[in-house]
């Protein structure tokens, strides 16, 4: 009988290698596994790139794994928050290393990795200092970029609800980068907020099929609310 | 003659003036935002919103708010009935590839070519971020740009090129600023209407920049 | 009120034009919209391109579209069926082109138009006749073939339900190219089986979002059983 | 020495024995289709469907058939519970990124190399259709071949180099035969069993091929 149910946020980390690639699932709070990187934090890999949509918020979460001095290397879309002063420092320091990525490139690269696709041409950014360097082509007459896929060593995610063969279903705005994501990464790690039996979740429901997420952990409701959950 | 500006709430009562039933659109963060409050009831706009919303209704109550959903300023909203969840890949999809009718974008700048400059001001020290303002820019069917026509420093956001480093080429359709629509057309700023007692020499001079 | 529904087969197929290039859905029987076929041809157009996974089946559907000397050329990944006759003497006769996709070339390619893309570069083919004079580039040690995008001015798709603002659910494996055919063409023109109040279709199990929908036709669902449906 | 070639279903037990529980498995159309009956009760083996499946069962009851819910092959089929459906681009993005372990495909030739030819015979006069087979044949993590060892006029379908059109250029891991199992390592057949009774070297006389 095969689960993917792990006991520990521990058990869902192992294996994460100094210079891993790991991408975490999120826009803003909605939808980030704040556990899973806090538990990345207590696990100690360093030299890390991190793909995600922002650089984290206050000192938790991807914040806080920044602050540890934990990443060497930043792939996201919107770095800048009201609130991201720990990325702010590192990066006016020289100190963590920036790829910024208008945020459809980033799930289209991303896509593009768990889908066997080894590079696309794509409109935006084309004559702008992010498309800098980077191939172009003219299509029909309009100009395209040419964009590589983005892979991953980790993925860590964030579900509503998942099973024992790993397929999840997300919640809401949550659901963002998590499905691109697991098909991108050699190990997906999600947490859900409810573990369902075998069955339970209708097939034509299914969001992310199991055959991308590797481990699960279950994390209770209550511990991620950062604010305002309505059921 | 003497004008007034419009304020931010009548500068969106414009822009959705122009917004009709059954369009599919996106509304910038900042001041696109308020065009969503300046549709008549009963009156079916789609709103999308980057981070995988379609349908999205208004601000909750106060102790209503969820924050599995949020729009792409990351505040709180609802889903009307009749809208729908998806993932990043296909909510870019849905913008990169033509289905939005129009975007509507904040900026720093717009060139008569149509180049526009909203993510980066080009100073070092900033740090940078972008989000989906290029997806935006150049995915929409069109591209509508909402802006106070001014800086705070008084100096014309309509230029004739870009001097900020640009989100998008030749990719801005229409302005709306609390002075005036411009359209571009040809690589030229063409004056659509103005605010009472502006004339378009005078809009011309203070602007710094020549309309068609 | 916005409402994508018409009230017949002919009114959703209004302004499909001779040389038009058609997307029909399905695999095999499963999610092919029949009875929109049929009313492409009462509807008249000819000289058409269709984008379809398979080349139609004894003489209804598709077949009978081949046959009545409407179509162009057919893109498509596996043409030849048991019952695939009327394909077949088309064919060895000359009278029709035929464009061999890899399947997942054929579901890539469409995605790529309904995404943005202006083409992508895959494995699949390379060192193929498929491949044959197509653009080839070495990524990370392995061989790529560039393909292009598959835009289409209708798609014709079969879904379970529907609503006025065009969101659709599908049914089992009948779902296979609905919801990428949908996102690829000008007008998108679903049968569905029943229309369902806004809202009554659960926002989280929405497959095809409204925007890639412009009209939606109701066809009962006893008229297009082949065989065995079971609820 | 005697032998006797492994018949369709003894075939399939002996594919079924390499493939372990928790594997991602897709089944091609034809003799690969059998292997799903010899897997061990209990023992959860993923099968995917290039048509939008993951978890496939077995072929319902007679007068339980659903043709919504049909295979690769158009035959009707059950989803197990845990299974999951999703469109076309999903499923192939599914079979083209290494997600599968193993792919089983039936062949008309394999070269030494890995070719492997098994979708048009190059005769004019036939129909070509392809299907999923070069997404399979290049995507999956492993291809494996299953097939008889000769085709009907006694020729064998172990080549020195594919006459036939290929599918995919040396993709091709490892071939089950009704006579023998045989590796690909480095452009060369590498035999690693027969059939009682059948020896290397009369395998490779009958073959025309070398084994290392």
Redesign the interface.
């Known amino acids: 009988?095969?689960s993917k149910i792990v006991d520990s946020v521990a058990a869902a980390l192992a294996g994460v290698d100094d210079g891993a690639t790991v991408m975490i699932g999120g826009?803003?709070?909605?939808?980030m596994p704040t556990e899973l990187v806090e538990g990345l934090i207590a696990q100690g890999a360093k030299g890390l790139t991190i793909v995600s949509?922002n650089a984290g918020n206050a000192e938790f979460g991807l914040a806080a794994l920044l602050k540890a001095g934990r990443v060497r290397k930043v792939i996201c879309?919107?770095?800048?928050q009201a609130d991201?002063y720990v990325?702010?420092a590192l990066?006016?320091e020289g100190k963590i290393e920036?790829e910024?990525?208008?945020?459809?490139?980033?799930?289209?690269r991303?896509?593009?990795?768990?889908?066997?696709?080894?590079?696309?041409?794509?409109?935006?950014?084309?004559?702008?200092?992010?498309a800098k360097g980077k191939e172009t082509?003219e299509?029909?007459g309009?100009?395209?970029v040419f964009e590589?896929p983005i892979y991953a060593d980790f993925a860590l995610i964030k579900a509503e609800q998942g099973?024992?063969?790993g397929?999840l279903?997300?919640?809401?705005?949550?659901?963002?980068?998590?499905?691109?994501m697991a098909?991108a990464a050699k190990t997906t790690v999600a947490s859900v907020h409810e573990l369902r039996e075998?069955?339970a979740i209708d097939?034509?429901?299914?969001?992310t099929?199991?055959?991308?997420v590797q481990r699960l952990v279950k994390i209770p409701r209550a511990a991620t609310?950062?604010?305002?959950?309505?059921a | 003659m003497s004008y007034t500006k419009l304020n931010r709430e009548q500068l969106a009562a414009r822009v959705a003036r122009d917004i009709h039933e059954g369009m599919y659109v996106n509304l910038g963060i900042g001041l696109p935002t308020l065009v969503a409050n300046h549709f008549p009831a009963n009156v079916e706009v789609f709103l999308q919103s980057e981070n995988g919303l379609l349908g999205m209704g208004a601000a909750p109550a106060k102790g209503n708010e969820d924050f599995d959903l949020v729009n792409a300023g990351k505040q709180p909203v609802t889903l009307l009935a009749g809208g729908s969840f998806f993932h990043s890949a296909d909510s870019f999809a849905m913008m990169r590839a033509g289905h939005l009718d129009v975007a509507v974008l904040g900026a720093f700048q717009v060139a008569a070519n149509g180049d526009l400059a909203n993510w980066h001001t080009g100073n070092p020290a900033d740090i940078p971020a972008v989000g989906g303002a290029m997806d935006l820019a150049v995915g929409a069917k069109q591209t509508w740009v909402m802006m106070e026509h001014f800086t705070k420093d008084g100096v014309s956001k309509l230029v004739e090129r870009c001097s900020y480093p640009i989100t998008g080429v030749r990719c801005v359709k229409r302005i709306y600023t609390d002075l005036a629509v411009i359209d571009i057309v040809s690589d030229q700023f063409v004056l659509r209407e103005t605010v009472a007692g502006l004339s378009a020499a005078q809009l011309s001079e203070l602007s710094g920049v020549s309309f068609f």
């Open positions: 009988m095969i826009f803003g709070g909605a939808g949509n879309s919107f770095p800048r991201s990325f702010d990066y006016r920036l910024l990525v208008p945020q459809g490139n980033l799930a289209e991303i896509r593009a990795a768990g889908a066997g696709i080894g590079g696309f041409f794509t409109k935006v950014g084309f004559g702008t200092e992010l082509r299509i029909n309009e100009m395209y590589s099973d024992r063969w397929n279903v997300y919640r809401k705005a949550a659901r963002n980068f998590g499905p691109v098909m075998l069955g097939p034509e429901h299914v969001i099929p199991g055959i991308f609310i950062a604010a305002g959950f309505k």
